[in-house]
């Protein structure tokens, strides 16, 4: 397994051959002058998460609290920001 690095004109330029490689255990790191900004791996490398939702023991105060309306205070502190 090797590390290739490239910049993003050359990865664009080469992707099915930079694809293939990751395919075959190399690592690709794509650049942006000398910055790393992505890199590149085999799917089967990344170990697959795990999605759902989080359990939560909410009490009834505390849904009620979370959904109860803004108070007159509070609302334009959020909506100066949308």
């Not at 664009?12 to 992505?38: E, M, W």
Request: charged share 20%; hydrophobic share 40%.
């Amino acid at each position: 397994m090797s590390v290739i690095t490239v910049n993003t004109y050359e990865a664009k330029a080469n992707l099915s051959k930079l694809l293939t490689a990751c395919s075959h255990g190399d690592d690709v790191t794509i650049t942006r002058g000398s910055v790393p900004i992505a890199r590149l791996v085999a799917a089967s490398s990344v170990p697959e998460r795990e999605t759902g939702f989080l359990p939560l023991n909410l009490s009834d105060e505390s849904v009620a609290e979370s959904l109860a309306p803004l108070s007159d205070e509070a609302l334009p502190g959020w909506l100066k920001n949308s």
